[in-house]
């Protein structure tokens, strides 16, 4: 994990904020390298019996 400086923000500036997801990028993935990503992330919690899948919503 890369060491960043963490800032605050109230809702108000949340909404501000641009997303700058790529979500058709998000979108494309497979439930297979879903899996394969969490389960690769050092960050993410290994939890166990889980399966990650996506789902069939969009923002």
Not at 23 to 50: C, F, R
Request: glycine share 0%; no cysteine.
């Amino acid at each position: 994990m890369e060491d960043k400086i963490i800032k605050r923000i109230n809702e108000i500036n949340v909404k501000a904020l641009k997303d700058e997801t790529d979500w058709n990028a998000v979108y494309m993935q497979t439930d297979e390298v879903i899996q394969k990503n969490s389960d690769s992330d050092p960050d993410a919690p290994a939890l166990k019996h889980a399966v990650y899948k996506k789902t069939n919503r969009k923002r």
